[in-house]
């Protein structure tokens, strides 16, 4: 394995940083109410005469969910505690939310490790106050962050001890709808590699330091300033963002987010928990929460099947059917059968990385096409046995029109293989029109356990068919062919992070017909209109370095079809791009890790 030189933070923008390297019946009982309103009967009482088996809405959150409040005792130790389990447990199975109460506490560093999500239960993240740190850093890798995956912070203000929160993440580790009263460092103490990640509905007053994070997508926020960048970092609707200048500095800067509407969260009103739905935007810029109440919905946990691990497919079904939405408490959950989700408006939210997978080749979710579906907030693992898809929005040969109320999909990830053989021939499936994909970690392992090219085999990463689809901030990576494929008329993308499959083991493997390797992003040929806007591919072929990829990025040569502000990187020299999209730009060569880059295409 190469090691690359770690420079001086003023020199940051030359660094390569891999972590690869090294290692219906009750429809109107569950439909929301505006907040501020009183709340609806329970889905139990509003719904038809129970049936002896019903199942009941509401109840215990369970063992790993802990929450506390401002005389909670020992609140540092616990927190501590956690963290010893979690800090280096990449492919374990403990699973934890660490919620807050509203309130002010002092003095408190919460050290966050793998599927731990900390968050605030109040409306907005001023309710709940913490004089102290939310912190993730990489000592337990050696001061590399390039694998602190799977971890979350949501809804809380932060006064770091030191004006500086430090936030060195990689990839699924969403920081969202958080107020940070001074700094955020996104790159580990010691400044060592870092590939990262996401900022949503945030307001950071002081400055954000990227320093060594090679990538970073923020949406919807606020900061006060930005420091610098290493090869591409991505705003939309960001107050104070750098202005645009890819490739010099690689900024790519949106005025505003064309289509948003923030994940589904869990606070209190009072002593009843309920989930807060937020109100969808168009021209989005800045939070949502800055001028007061956010806007939006909300619904009472009654309305909610609040699920354990150990529940069956079955049963989630069944409250489905029942008219109950899902609330997925941490763990992890084996399907016999996929979850079917056919109630428009319906939530299906997870805490602390609750985690599906499916057993037996089945698809581990499925949803009509109706309106306004929210998933949010689970990770989906493939089985031993191959699964055609592993997510599916809509039906295939779905066109009903959701301009109005799409559905969502948000801190939803996928994993094929790491913490055990996986397969799955297409992870996510796209059908419904208008859908929303914000923020995802597609990965097809490259470490761990139950890793080679055929042992978790998975041919196709994302597969969009429906039309007038969006993603913001979307990240696949190492499928053994084409990571992304859209066949959508109007689909956009805004920032996208992929690497070729390392482990290839020869020029024949990845052989696409006449051409060398299957592209990244792969518009099809009938698409007439696509955009897309900060995209970037990098391979690092270490098996065989000879490969020879032909470019990142594949489209229909047609002035419908635009990319703004692509790049491609061979790392190290192991197997170059010829092209960055079709035959335009520059390859790369030789092993200094510089992007090759196109500002606009066509």
Not at 92 to 119: D, E, M
Not at 251 to 275: A, Q
Not at 409 to 435: P, Y
Request: hydrophobic letters at 35%; one cysteine or more; charged letters at 15%.
């Amino acid at each position: 394995m190469p090691h690359f030189p770690m420079d001086s933070p003023d020199s940051v923008r030359s660094l390569p940083a891999r972590r690869s390297v090294l290692g219906a019946m009750a429809a109107t009982a569950a439909s929301p109410t505006l907040l501020g309103l009183s709340s609806p009967a329970s889905a139990a009482s509003a719904a038809p005469v129970a049936q002896p088996r019903a199942l009941p809405g509401g109840g215990d959150l369970g063992p790993n969910v802990i929450v506390f409040d401002p005389s909670t005792s020992g609140i540092q130790a616990k927190l501590d505690e956690v963290f010893r389990q979690q800090e280096s447990a990449q492919f374990g199975t403990g699973r934890y939310a660490l919620l807050f109460k509203p309130g002010t506490y002092n003095g408190l560093n919460a050290q966050l490790g793998f599927y731990t999500s900390i968050a605030g239960l109040g409306l907005s993240p001023d309710d709940t106050a913490i004089n102290g740190d939310v912190t993730v850093d990489a000592g337990w890798f050696n001061g590399n962050a390039t694998q602190n995956f799977w971890r979350s912070a949501e809804n809380l203000a932060l006064t770091p001890v030191s004006g500086t929160d430090r936030w060195a993440v990689a990839q699924a580790a969403p920081f969202r709808r958080m107020h940070v009263r001074g700094g955020l460092d996104l790159a580990p103490t010691g400044y060592g590699w870092a590939s990262g990640g996401y900022i949503a509905d945030s307001r950071i007053d002081g400055s954000v330091g990227p320093y060594s994070q090679q990538q970073w997508y923020t949406r919807d926020s606020s900061v006060g300033g930005w420091a610098n960048a290493v090869w591409n970092m991505v705003f939309s609707g960001v107050q104070g963002a750098p202005a645009q200048s890819f490739p010099n500095p690689p900024y790519t800067t949106l005025d505003t987010t064309p289509v948003s509407r923030e994940k589904p969260f869990l606070y209190l009103n009072g002593s009843e928990y309920r989930v807060f739905l937020p109100e969808r935007r168009t021209n989005a810029r800045g939070t949502t929460w800055g001028s007061g109440t956010p806007r939006g919905t909300s619904l009472p946990l009654t309305q909610f099947y609040v699920a354990r691990p150990g529940v069956t497919a079955a049963t989630l079904n069944a409250a489905l059917t029942q008219g109950l939405h899902l609330l997925l408490t941490p763990g992890i959950y084996h399907l016999d059968q996929p979850i079917q989700v056919d109630r428009a408006g319906t939530v299906v939210l997870g805490l602390g990385y609750a985690t599906l997978i499916p057993d037996n080749g089945v698809t581990a979710l499925r949803t009509a096409d109706v309106d306004g579906v929210r998933l949010a907030g689970f990770l989906i693992d493939a089985g031993p046995v191959n699964s055609s898809t592993l997510l599916e929005v809509g039906p295939t040969g779905a066109s009903a029109s959701h301009s109005a109320n799409p559905t969502t999909v948000q801190d939803v990830f996928i994993r094929i293989g790491g913490a055990g053989a996986g397969k799955a021939t297409t992870s996510m499936v796209i059908n419904s029109r208008h859908t929303i994909i914000d923020h995802t970690w597609v990965w097809r392992a490259d470490h761990g356990t139950g890793v080679g090219w055929e042992t978790n085999r998975a041919d196709y990463g994302i597969r969009v068919n429906g039309d007038d689809v969006l993603a913001t901030g979307l990240f696949v990576e190492h499928f053994n062919k084409y990571d992304v494929q859209w066949y959508g008329q109007r689909g956009r993308t805004i920032f996208f992070q992929n690497e070729k499959a390392y482990d290839a083991p020869n020029q024949a493997a990845i052989q696409n017909g006449n051409v060398k390797g299957y592209a990244a992003y792969k518009v099809a040929d009938s698409v007439t209109t696509h955009e897309g806007w900060g995209l970037g591919s990098y391979c690092y072929y270490n098996v065989d370095p000879t490969i020879v990829q032909h470019n990142g990025f594949a489209a229909p040569n047609t002035p419908g079809v635009k990319f703004h502000d692509l790049l491609v990187v061979s790392l190290g020299g192991q197997g170059q791009y010829e092209h960055v999209v079709n035959e335009t730009g520059a390859p790369t060569s030789g092993t200094s890790t510089v992007p090759s880059t196109v500002a606009s295409y066509p």
